[in-house]
């Protein structure tokens, strides 16, 4: 997440009250985080019977 | 339209913020955004209302009027079907609020979660409902929205996913509230969970308030915060410093919650602050505070709305942006100037029906105040919900009962009702507080005797009118009442004596409950006797409930009133002294220990008092007359001449006043002139004082004269009418009083003396002196006896053959005269039992010389009372 003075924040997966103090863009960028760790996560496959 | 002072203003509510809280963080640099809004701004306190529930409040705040205008009564409300109750919504508030005015003006508004506010409203702008944040379910089960949780439809979606659910909080949220977090076994304490749902609400608050200010065009925005309320209900019996009796276990996982919260708050504050631009104003307050040390209270009533104990009086008022000052204080705020200082603000006029005032002392240059009558009668489209969902509740609740008789619907289940019923009830109460903190006593009284009448058992209805009773000097009908309220105390407390256990922790819910309901009767009951003239007992009554309410103002007051009429001096500064912890800007708390340090011969710390009280309210002409006092003492007597100046440049008629200024031109500052101005003053109005002892005949009238005689003091007596063996010492009168109801012109003999006047007469005196009237009581059937035996009709007496006729006449006359007296503000009487002061006649003659301002010979006085004398007596079973 970018702040206004073009400063890089780093997101914390569990998120920080810094970031709910953003508002809407920080609670958004969180939530972003939160999906992006998902995605990286791998997909467990479901075993069939034999 | 007067100038607009700011293109926009943004006000931001905190429920529950208090400046008790809050300094100690800016002190220790955990509250920066704050510490720096209030050096480039204004700040002070800002007096809530009574009762001090939250959704009348912050109505008020956003109509600028009392709950019997906006229709705002309580936390809940019937629902249209009668089925059960709702939450208090915004169909149910029958005024205009800010926002509504502004779009008839043609502004636009985004409004956030104020309380209440559901269904949104259709403004010119957008509106979030205070239901917004509120999960019922777990996420995973999907987090619907209602309809009309947000105004327009079309923001709804954007705004539904600006929300954050309880169950999104963290660990890592939770750190700062509850370091100890990981010691707690959620399944058995649920605070935790509380807790992350209060921030959750936090947060979704911001999160939408914080799109719509960069987002949208705004002139006017209002954002209300709930949470620093729900922490401290939840976590301030945690908060520093430990309190005796408090599990020390809870105290260390919870003590850092309500700080947290405020700090979050700060954090919250910064971002918004970042986004406002210079041409903006911001206001920030909350609608009462919240007692945060040994004011905190131990116990809850047993009373629906009972965490409103835990709120203190003051709230928190900042104001920062263009044409605000800089660092300064502000004074004498209440909740009901915040829409006309919003009005002010946008330049628009200010009803003349609303009761609060700009807080034009914030402003940096003075601005023109227009009025309008009415802002209800500006006709025209507002914003305000269409008229056929706007509703009275309680209207449509009767409606709906209607229907039942009528048999077209079921009735809804007893418990149900009941619960209707008793919400009802709560709500005429909330309504009847609101008009009494309001002075509008006598609507009050209408609400309190229906209240009363209805719900016969119900103690604080009683209590309530009482005081109302008491405000309007209805003594007669208040001691009434208090008795009645005695009694029912009596077995209100014999039933729970008689409870199981179980019944009795069925009753008492809340963990901190230790002890009932402190005895409010024996308050009122001791503001009564004050007006009686009854200190002592006044004092005995104010004492018994400072056992149980260690926190009281008003009480603490009343206590120094008395503690002065008694000259003690010492019990007095320690009772002005708890008043100002509770409240440390009172004026009249400083005024009475400055007077107590005067009264002890400490001149220089009195003014310092004094000096405090005319800061907090300047036209208190009773301090500035005692700053004279003082000034006289230190010799700085022209100072003093300038004190009693201003004294009576509020109170004209203060005489007093004008003898020290009378006396110190004359012989101290040489000005003649002046000195001859005050003298003529002084005698074509100081009244004089007359003590008067009256009763009916053959109450102890007689006895009474014949003991202030004894004490010293002069009486006033022809003694045409001799002694005989109905009195033998004497009947002491002056004959000149038969003819009262013609003749007035003996009354300057009477001037500094006592004079006996039967009760009858009393309504015939004028109005150009002040009376100090010694009231006996006597057993009416011991009066009819003397009196028969007095006429010769000793027959009568011992067949029991009263004439009863006579007896009622005597009683209505009685009721007359006290009606009388009551409504005289230059009469004083205090009421003297003639049995008393046979039997106990040391008391008796001690409140009768501090009654009439004496310092009589006790001794002598009891020589005169005579139990021989005392013939007549009935006994009564």
Redesign the interface.
Same mark, same amino acid.
């Given at each position: 997440m970018t702040e206004?003075k073009n400063k890089k924040m780093d997101i /914390?997966l569990?998120? #920080?009250?810094?970031l709910?103090? =953003?508002?809407?863009?920080?609670?958004k960028a969180w939530r972003a985080k939160i999906k992006e760790e998902e995605k990286k996560k791998p997909v467990k496959k479901e075993k069939k019977d034999e | 339209m007067s100038k607009r002072m700011a293109k926009k203003v943004l006000l931001i509510g905190w429920d529950a913020a208090d400046w008790k809280v809050i300094y100690p963080l800016i002190n220790e640099g955990k509250m920066p955004t704050l510490a720096k809004f209030l050096a480039e701004g204004t700040h002070g306190k800002i007096k809530t209302l009574d009762p001090p529930l939250s959704p009348m409040l912050w109505t008020s705040m956003a109509t600028g009027y009392r709950a019997d205008k906006h229709g705002i009564t309580g936390f809940v409300e019937p629902l249209a079907d009668n089925s059960n109750l709702r939450p208090v919504t915004s169909t149910s508030r029958k005024v205009k609020a800010i926002w509504n005015i502004l779009h008839q003006e043609g502004m636009k508004s985004n409004v956030v979660g104020w309380w209440p506010s559901n269904p949104a409203e259709p403004i010119n702008g957008v509106m979030v409902s205070n239901l917004y944040q509120q999960a019922h379910k777990p996420i995973e089960k999907g987090w619907d929205m209602p309809d009309g949780t947000v105004h327009p439809e079309e923001m709804a979606d954007t705004l539904k996913e600006?929300r954050?659910h309880p169950s999104?909080i963290?660990?890592?949220?939770m750190l /700062?509230f509850i370091p100890k977090l990981k010691e707690i076994e959620v399944e058995n304490d649920k605070r935790p969970v509380s807790i992350a749902k209060i921030?959750a609400h936090a947060?979704s608050i911001? #999160?939408? #308030?914080? =799109?719509l200010q960069?987002e949208t065009e705004w002139d006017f925005m209002a954002v209300y915060h709930d949470a620093i309320d729900h922490f401290s209900h939840a976590c301030m019996k945690f908060h520093p410093p430990y309190r005796k009796g408090l599990p020390k276990e809870l105290f260390e996982k919870y003590k850092d919650v309500v700080n947290a919260g405020y700090m979050?708050h700060d954090?919250?504050l910064?971002?918004?602050l970042?986004m406002v631009d210079d041409d903006t104003i911001v206001m920030l307050v909350s609608d009462h505070g919240f007692h945060s040390d040994h004011l905190r209270p131990k116990y809850l009533v047993k009373e629906p709305a009972a965490p409103a104990q835990e709120h203190s009086p003051y709230g928190i008022v900042c104001l920062k942006g263009p044409g605000i000052k800089k660092g300064e204080i502000i004074h004498g705020a209440s909740v009901l100037d915040v829409t006309p200082t919003l009005l002010t603000l946008f330049g628009l006029p200010i009803g003349e029906n609303m009761e609060g005032k700009p807080l034009v002392q914030a402003f940096e240059e003075p601005v023109e105040i227009k009025t309008i009558k009415d802002w209800e009668k500006v006709e025209g489209e507002c914003g305000m919900h269409p008229d056929d969902l706007q509703e009275d509740p309680w209207a449509a609740q009767e409606a709906m009962e209607q229907l039942v008789e009528l048999g077209y619907i079921e009735a809804p289940d007893e418990n149900i009702a009941e619960r209707i019923n008793s919400t009802k009830q709560e709500s005429k109460y909330y309504v009847a507080r609101n008009l009494i903190d309001g002075n509008k006593t006598d609507k009050a009284i209408e609400l309190l005797e229906e209240l009363v009448e209805d719900n016969p058992r119900e103690i604080r209805y009683g209590q309530r009118l009482a005081q109302c009773y008491l405000k309007k000097r209805k003594f007669a009908k208040c001691k009434e009442l208090i008795e009645k309220l005695k009694e029912l105390q009596v077995i209100l407390e014999k039933e729970e004596a008689e409870m199981t256990d179980e019944e009795r922790e069925k009753k008492n819910k809340q963990w901190m409950r230790e002890i009932e309901l402190p005895n409010y009767i024996d308050y009122v009951e001791g503001q009564l006797l004050m007006h009686l003239n009854r200190p002592k007992k006044a004092l005995q009554c104010f004492k018994k409930v400072e056992e149980k309410v260690p926190n009281s103002f008003d009480l603490f007051v009343n206590i120094g009133k008395v503690c002065i009429l008694r000259h003690r001096w010492e019990d007095a500064k320690d009772a002005y002294i708890k008043a100002l912890s509770v409240d440390d800007t009172s004026a009249i708390a400083h005024h009475g220990l400055g007077l107590c340090f005067l009264r002890t011969n400490q001149p220089e710390e009195a003014l310092e008092e004094f000096f405090l009280a005319i800061e907090s309210n300047y036209t208190l002409a009773n301090a500035h007359y005692h700053i004279g006092e003082a000034l006289v003492k230190l010799d700085k007597l022209q100072e003093a001449a300038q004190a009693f100046e201003v004294a009576i440049s509020f109170t004209p008629g203060m005489t007093k006043a004008h003898k020290w200024l009378a006396d110190l031109y004359e012989n101290e500052l040489n000005d003649t002139d002046k000195a001859k101005e005050h003298l003529n003053f002084l005698e074509n109005n100081i009244r004089g004082e007359i003590v008067i002892v009256s009763g009916l005949p053959r109450s102890g009238t007689s006895m009474m004269m014949q003991i202030l005689d004894a004490a010293g003091f002069p009486v006033l007596t022809d003694k045409v009418r001799e002694p005989d063996n109905n009195n033998p010492k004497g009947y002491y009168e002056f004959e000149p009083v038969k003819k009262l109801m013609v003749d007035k012109s003996w009354l300057p003999e009477a001037k500094g003396k006592s004079v006996k006047i039967i009760a009858q007469l009393l309504p015939f005196l004028p109005a150009n002196y002040n009376y100090k009237i010694i009231f006996m009581r006597r057993d009416m059937d011991e009066v009819l006896q003397s009196q028969q035996i007095m006429l010769g009709k000793e027959t009568d007496v011992k067949s029991k053959a009263f004439p009863m006729g006579l007896s009622s006449a005597f009683k209505k006359q009685l009721g007359k005269v006290e009606d009388w007296v009551d409504s005289q503000p230059h009469v004083d009487i205090l009421d003297v039992n003639y049995t008393d002061v046979v039997n106990n006649p040391k008391e008796e003659l001690e409140s009768i010389l501090h009654f009439i301002n004496f310092d009589g010979n006790i001794e002598e006085m009891e020589k005169v009372v005579d139990k021989s004398l005392y013939r007549n007596q009935i006994e009564k079973n």
């Open positions: 206004k /914390p569990e998120g #920080s009250l810094g709910l103090a =953003y508002g809407d863009l920080g609670l | 600006l954050v999104e963290t660990g890592q949220h /700062p921030l947060a911001h #999160s939408a #308030s914080t =799109y960069r979050f954090m919250m910064e971002r918004t970042q």
